[in-house]
């Protein structure tokens, strides 16, 4: 059933390909007829050249092809001559008659080449691939052609034409046995083919893929592929690959053991094959048809037998081999005799280069030696010059080591200024709880005369001495507590002024940078009596104590913290008689956070951020910020 659907397929379809291919010959001729533009007239004799391809007239084909030729040569229409050469090429080719297809084709490769025309050169050269595979089965020269092809169809950015050059580098791994590269090249031209969304060539990509798989053994897939092929290759009329792909069908049918079949879609390629003159394929088709009846009937296995070795006399017997042969040492000949051109006019050039620089040579030696005697006073002028410059130097030498001297001078000055500074601070830090501590000092001295009377009294109020007593502990401890926070606050000022040891501590943050806060704060009102700011903490209670160098840390708090004081003070000095309505209060805050998160950083982190309302910070020194 399946084998009468596609028959009735195949005759329908060729039925209305033969009365559609008929109506455009007829409309051709009777353009070719009115047209009185030699270019135009070669163009549509190339055009029915194609026509005429698609019929079973290929004679007819041929001889467009040739009167095209001989009008494009007479015009010398350069592009008309290539196109012809080309199909004429190919038209040989299929037919079996290989050396005049070579013959053509090396003219059309001349042509190409003369042009420097990437399009033209890749076109050949695919042809040549597809010439030495299929006809002449000379894998490795066929190789060389397809892969010269691709780089000339790579300058020309033509995805689709790249993509049908790869499909044939597949079929050619297929042939030489080369699986994995076979696979390689199918996978890559597919996907170009697929990414276009065009039909115009499903029935090339079809049919290499179904003698692909056929090779790996996956015949269900290769006979699917092949079904497809034929319908696509008879709507695109392109009857050659419809033949091979109907051999296909045959050849997997016979890997399947379903002779019937095998010999009815062989006999279906022969007919094809037949009806265009497709004589190289008939060959073929002729030897695997008698191979198939050796086993059950051998008369008609010999009559098969017998047409493959006639047909292959008059294609590939002696004359014809020796025309071979005789093309291909003409080309040779031809190739040699450019070469060796090639490499005369190469020495010509070389030999007219080495006269001229040595032209040239003789020239720079003479203004060498007429500009030798001016050098020889310049030198001597530019010797008094060094010395000059040399002396000039010393001078600077010394000036340089005064101005390092003085600079060291400077930075120590300011060094000593800003201990000055910090010791103000510190000073100030330190005074108000021992402020506290005299001021409670006192106060407990008087309790103490008034206890001591109070007992010396004959009639003593014990709840009045139990109230002096209460009043005395809580001065002490409150003594007690400012002087511990004094000497805190010096055995911190101890701290930062010794060398890091760099080694950590366990540290609380928020104490940290408290006493950073309020040491900076002191510090610039040592130096400004008038200088006010508001002083802002925002600590996180959870906060955990962490191991840190304390020192360095607290350097770090106290630069950024003197940094965003100066910003508000700066500030302040700029806002200097505005209204009322603008006063401006510097202000600095310090907050710690306690984040427990996962990112690029870390699962545990404590974020400390300064904050002042000051200036800001201008691009300049936001471009240092980083700098030692």
Same mark, same amino acid.
């Given at each position: 059933?399946?084998?009468?659907?596609?028959?009735?397929?195949?005759?329908?379809?060729?039925?209305?390909?033969?009365?559609?291919?008929?109506?455009?010959?007829?409309?051709?001729?009777?353009?070719?007829?009115?047209?009185?533009?030699?270019?135009?007239?070669?163009?549509?004799?190339?055009?029915?050249?194609?026509?005429?391809?698609?019929?079973?007239?290929?004679?007819?084909?041929?001889?467009?092809?040739?009167?095209?030729?001989?009008?494009?040569?007479?015009?010398?229409?350069?592009?008309?001559?290539?196109?012809?050469?080309?199909?004429?090429?190919? &038209?040989?080719?299929?037919? %079996?008659?290989? +050396?005049? !297809? =070579? #013959?053509?084709?090396? $003219? /059309?490769?001349?042509?190409?080449?003369?042009?420097?025309?990437?399009?033209?050169?890749?076109?050949?050269?695919?042809?040549?691939?597809?010439?030495?595979?299929?006809?002449?089965?000379?894998?490795?020269?066929?190789?060389?052609?397809?892969?010269?092809?691709?780089?000339?169809?790579?300058?020309?950015?033509?995805?689709?034409?790249?993509?049908?050059?790869?499909?044939?580098?597949?079929?050619?791994?297929?042939?030489?046995?080369?699986?994995?590269?076979?696979?390689?090249?199918?996978?890559?031209?597919?996907?170009?083919?697929?990414?276009?969304?065009?039909?115009?060539?499903?029935?090339?990509?079809?049919?290499?893929?179904?003698? &692909?798989?056929?090779?790996? %053994?996956?015949? +269900?897939? !290769? =006979? #699917?592929?092949?079904? $497809? /092929?034929?319908?696509?290759?008879?709507?695109?009329?392109?009857?050659?690959?419809?033949?091979?792909?109907?051999?296909?069908?045959?050849?997997?049918?016979?890997?399947?053991?379903?002779?019937?079949?095998?010999?009815?879609?062989?006999?279906?390629?022969?007919?094809?094959?037949?009806?265009?003159?497709?004589?190289?394929?008939?060959?073929?088709?002729?030897?695997?048809?008698?191979?198939?009846?050796?086993?059950?009937?051998?008369?008609?296995?010999?009559?098969?037998?017998?047409?493959?070795?006639?047909?292959?006399?008059?294609?590939?017997?002696?004359?014809?081999?020796?025309?071979?042969?005789?093309?291909?040492?003409?080309?040779?000949?031809?190739?040699?005799?450019?070469?060796?051109?090639?490499?005369?006019?190469?020495?010509?050039?070389?030999?007219?280069?080495?006269?001229?620089?040595?032209?040239?040579?003789?020239?720079?030696?003479?203004?060498?030696?007429?500009?030798?005697?001016?050098?020889?006073?310049?030198?001597?002028?530019?010797?008094?010059?060094?010395?000059?410059?040399?002396?000039?130097?010393?001078?600077?030498?010394?000036?340089?080591?005064?101005?390092?001297?003085?600079?060291?001078?400077?930075?120590?000055?300011?060094?000593?200024?800003?201990?000055?500074?910090?010791?103000?601070?510190?000073?100030?830090?330190?005074?108000?709880?021992?402020?506290?501590?005299?001021?409670?000092?006192?106060?407990?001295?008087?309790?103490?005369?008034?206890?001591?009377?109070?007992?010396?009294?004959?009639?003593?109020?014990?709840?009045?001495?139990?109230?002096?007593?209460?009043?005395?502990?809580?001065?002490?401890?409150?003594?007690?507590?400012?002087?511990?926070?004094?000497?805190?606050?010096?055995?911190?000022?101890?701290?930062?002024?010794?060398?890091?040891?760099?080694?950590?501590?366990?540290?609380?943050?928020?104490?940290?940078?408290?006493?950073?806060?309020?040491?900076?704060?002191?510090?610039?009102?040592?130096?400004?009596?008038?200088?006010?700011?508001?002083?802002?903490?925002?600590?996180?209670?959870?906060?955990?104590?962490?191991?840190?160098?304390?020192?360095?840390?607290?350097?770090?708090?106290?630069?950024?913290?003197?940094?965003?004081?100066?910003?508000?003070?700066?500030?302040?000095?700029?806002?200097?008689?505005?209204?009322?309505?603008?006063?401006?209060?510097?202000?600095?805050?310090?907050?710690?956070?306690?984040?427990?998160?996962?990112?690029?950083?870390?699962?545990?982190?404590?974020?400390?951020?300064?904050?002042?309302?000051?200036?800001?910070?201008?691009?300049?020194?936001?471009?240092?910020?980083?700098?030692?």
């Amino acid at each position: 059933m399946r084998i009468l659907t596609l028959t009735v397929l195949f005759i329908f379809s060729c039925a209305i390909g033969f009365s559609q291919n008929q109506t455009l010959i007829d409309s051709l001729k009777k353009e070719l007829n009115n047209e009185r533009q030699d270019t135009n007239r070669v163009l549509i004799m190339l055009k029915l050249y194609d026509a005429f391809g698609d019929s079973t007239t290929p004679d007819s084909a041929q001889v467009f092809a040739e009167k095209a030729l001989e009008l494009a040569t007479k015009i010398n229409y350069e592009k008309g001559k290539f196109d012809a050469l080309s199909k004429l090429m190919v &038209n040989h080719r299929m037919r %079996g008659d290989n +050396p005049t !297809a =070579l #013959s053509y084709g090396h $003219k /059309a490769l001349r042509i190409a080449e003369e042009m420097n025309d990437p399009s033209k050169k890749g076109t050949i050269n695919q042809l040549f691939g597809l010439l030495y595979m299929l006809n002449l089965k000379d894998y490795p020269k066929a190789k060389s052609y397809l892969k010269q092809s691709i780089q000339e169809i790579e300058t020309c950015h033509d995805t689709e034409w790249l993509a049908a050059v790869e499909i044939v580098l597949s079929s050619l791994y297929r042939r030489m046995n080369q699986l994995d590269s076979m696979l390689i090249y199918q996978q890559r031209a597919y996907a170009r083919y697929q990414s276009l969304n065009k039909l115009d060539e499903e029935g090339r990509f079809t049919m290499v893929m179904g003698q &692909n798989y056929a090779v790996l %053994g996956n015949y +269900p897939l !290769a =006979l #699917s592929l092949y079904q $497809k /092929a034929i319908v696509a290759n008879q709507k695109m009329k392109n009857h050659y690959q419809e033949a091979e792909s109907l051999r296909g069908l045959a050849m997997v049918y016979e890997k399947m053991s379903q002779l019937d079949s095998t010999i009815y879609y062989e006999k279906k390629a022969i007919d094809v094959a037949t009806n265009f003159d497709f004589k190289q394929q008939l060959i073929s088709f002729y030897k695997h048809l008698a191979d198939i009846y050796q086993v059950k009937d051998k008369d008609t296995a010999y009559k098969y037998l017998k047409m493959a070795w006639d047909l292959n006399e008059s294609v590939n017997g002696t004359q014809k081999i020796i025309a071979l042969e005789t093309t291909i040492t003409e080309e040779q000949e031809r190739q040699y005799k450019a070469e060796t051109e090639r490499l005369a006019y190469q020495n010509r050039i070389k030999q007219y280069l080495f006269l001229g620089g040595l032209g040239i040579l003789l020239l720079i030696a003479f203004l060498l030696y007429s500009n030798n005697r001016q050098k020889q006073k310049a030198n001597n002028l530019l010797h008094q010059q060094k010395q000059e410059i040399d002396f000039q130097r010393d001078k600077a030498e010394k000036a340089l080591i005064q101005l390092k001297a003085t600079q060291a001078q400077l930075i120590q000055s300011e060094k000593l200024a800003s201990l000055g500074e910090l010791t103000a601070g510190i000073a100030h830090e330190i005074q108000n709880p021992l402020n506290f501590v005299n001021n409670f000092s006192e106060l407990s001295v008087d309790l103490v005369k008034d206890l001591k009377e109070e007992i010396e009294k004959p009639a003593q109020d014990k709840e009045y001495i139990g109230e002096l007593f209460d009043d005395l502990s809580s001065n002490q401890e409150k003594i007690n507590h400012h002087g511990k926070r004094a000497s805190s606050i010096v055995k911190g000022m101890l701290e930062h002024s010794r060398a890091s040891t760099g080694v950590k501590e366990l540290t609380d943050i928020n104490k940290l940078a408290d006493e950073y806060l309020r040491l900076s704060y002191h510090g610039l009102r040592a130096k400004d009596k008038e200088f006010n700011a508001e002083l802002k903490t925002v600590f996180d209670e959870n906060l955990p104590k962490i191991e840190v160098i304390p020192q360095d840390i607290g350097r770090v708090l106290l630069n950024l913290i003197n940094n965003a004081f100066y910003a508000g003070n700066k500030r302040k000095q700029l806002s200097v008689g505005s209204k009322p309505s603008e006063s401006y209060t510097p202000s600095v805050s310090v907050t710690t956070q306690h984040i427990v998160r996962k990112d690029s950083f870390g699962d545990n982190q404590i974020i400390i951020k300064i904050t002042d309302n000051g200036t800001g910070m201008p691009e300049s020194v936001r471009a240092k910020v980083f700098q030692p």
